[in-house]
């Protein structure tokens, strides 16, 4: 069973920078396309970035320049590293990967697995 799980998130001043971390466990990890997904409240969960099994990376377009996806995986492990935040980025931040290996993810449409997120909080 796939398990995703979120850490790295906390409060920090507008300006500051924060990386989260998603741990993937139940398979094996590099054949899959790994996503990056936020909600903030009130609001519809939203794509972040996503980054492919061959490492190709895309992005929301508010996030270009700040946003960084990466992943490891000798470590199973996905990164997103946030720079420069806004209060605007406050939201719950998820992963999210397919079911199905290789080219079969289509991001930003979200796809099978979630984790249960992490909270990001940025102050004025």
């Not at 906390?10 to 590099?30: D, E, K």
């Not at 609001?43 to 990376?57: D, G, L, M, Y």
């Not at 990466?70 to 980025?89: G, H, I, V």
Request: glycine share 10%.
């Amino acid at each position: 069973q796939v398990q995703l799980v979120e850490s790295g998130g906390g409060l920090v001043q507008a300006g500051g920078s924060l990386r989260l971390s998603c741990a993937a466990s139940g398979r094996t990890f590099s054949p899959y396309a790994m996503g990056w997904f936020r909600q903030a409240p009130g609001k519809e969960r939203e794509f972040v970035a996503s980054i492919s099994w061959n490492h190709i990376t895309r992005y929301a377009d508010s996030m270009k320049g700040r946003f960084t996806i990466s992943r490891d995986n000798a470590k199973n492990t996905l990164y997103l590293q946030m720079n420069n935040l806004e209060p605007e980025d406050t939201a719950v931040y998820f992963c999210n990967t397919y079911r199905q290996a290789y080219g079969a993810s289509s991001y930003p449409r979200p796809g099978d697995y979630w984790g249960k997120g992490t909270q990001v909080t940025v102050s004025s």
